[in-house]
Nanobody, 122 residues
């Protein structure tokens, strides 16, 4: 299983970004939409923290308090991606964002992708 995150970049405070995460089989390239997926972020010198998550198959969503009301996690069934829409970004959102996936009934995230950098300037 391979994860790939995309969509990071440099924006100004108040702007929006949309991150996408795709889970795939590296051998065949087939993508999967049947994993619970979480978005995490990490700032140098600090621990990685969860930002938002969505379960499979019930699509139960979770948001960390700092992003509630600004970020939205969703599942695009057509593309087999899990997207994180980030609105009203603030400098404190600056971090490397990672997506992670876990199989149904698993409690720990098993698969991690390389991060994508989000930088919010004031």
């Amino acid at each position: 299983v391979q994860l790939q995150a995309s969509g990071g970049g440099l924006v100004q405070a108040g702007d929006s970004l949309r991150l996408s995460c795709v889970v795939s089989d590296p051998a065949s390239g087939r993508t999967f939409g049947t994993y619970s997926t979480g978005w995490f972020r990490q700032v140098p010198g600090k621990e990685r923290e969860i930002v938002a998550s969505i379960t499979w198959p019930r699509n139960i969503k979770y948001y960390a308090d700092p992003v509630k009301g600004r970020f939205t996690i969703s599942r695009d069934k057509a593309k087999n991606t899990v997207d994180l829409q980030m609105n009203n970004l603030i400098p404190e959102d600056t971090a490397v964002y990672f997506c992670a996936a876990r199989a149904h009934m698993r409690t720990e995230y098993e698969y991690w992708g390389p991060g994508t950098l989000v930088t919010v300037s004031s």
